[in-house]
């Protein structure tokens, strides 16, 4: 009897594994298949080999990312350098720029001063060639005046003493 009960309680004991399993799992999913536990050595060494390969090939895309970023690094480092100098070299002209327009102002200011100057020589020689004009209206004027004198005859000039009997001697 004893034996008839062990094979029952050990259906019953699989019977509440399976259904302890059943509940484990979500409604409508099947049990994950599970390795067969005597797999061939050659199926463990292929899979150890792919997984060589993907390291490998993990390795290699790292070191591509590696250097594509080295490359970048690179690149930005340069551009900035680039960048830096552009900025310099525009200061630069700026400042040209800003010195150009000081220039140009006092270059301005002096035109205005020589245009300013030159106006007032104008005008004193305006004033002067007045002078002159009136000054040789005046000297006309004298002119004509005198002319009337010199057409009637001069009186005679009274002829030089003689020098004296004293004056003669040392002569």
Do not use: Y
Request: charged share 40%; aromatic share 4%.
């Amino acid at each position: 009897m004893n034996n008839a009960q062990n094979p029952s309680d050990d259906s019953f004991r699989a019977l509440r594994n399976i259904e302890a399993e059943l509940f484990e799992r979500a409604p409508g999913s099947t049990a994950e298949p599970r390795p067969a536990a005597g797999r061939d050595s050659w199926q463990l060494n292929r899979e150890v080999l792919d997984l060589h390969r993907k390291c490998a090939d993990l390795k290699d895309e790292l070191e591509a990312a590696r250097t594509l970023l080295t490359e970048q690094n690179v690149l930005a480092a340069s551009s900035l350098s680039a960048l830096r100098e552009v900025g310099r070299d525009l200061e630069r002209a700026r400042e040209d720029l800003r010195k150009q327009e000081e220039e140009k102002l006092e270059l301005r200011r002096e035109l205005e001063q020589e245009k300013n100057r030159r106006e007032s020589l104008r005008e004193q020689l305006a004033r002067e060639n007045a002078h002159r004009e009136e000054i040789s209206d005046l000297l006309r004027g004298a002119v004509r005046a005198e002319a009337p004198e010199q057409q009637r005859p001069a009186a005679p000039l009274p002829a030089p003493e003689r020098p004296g009997r004293f004056v003669r001697r040392f002569f």
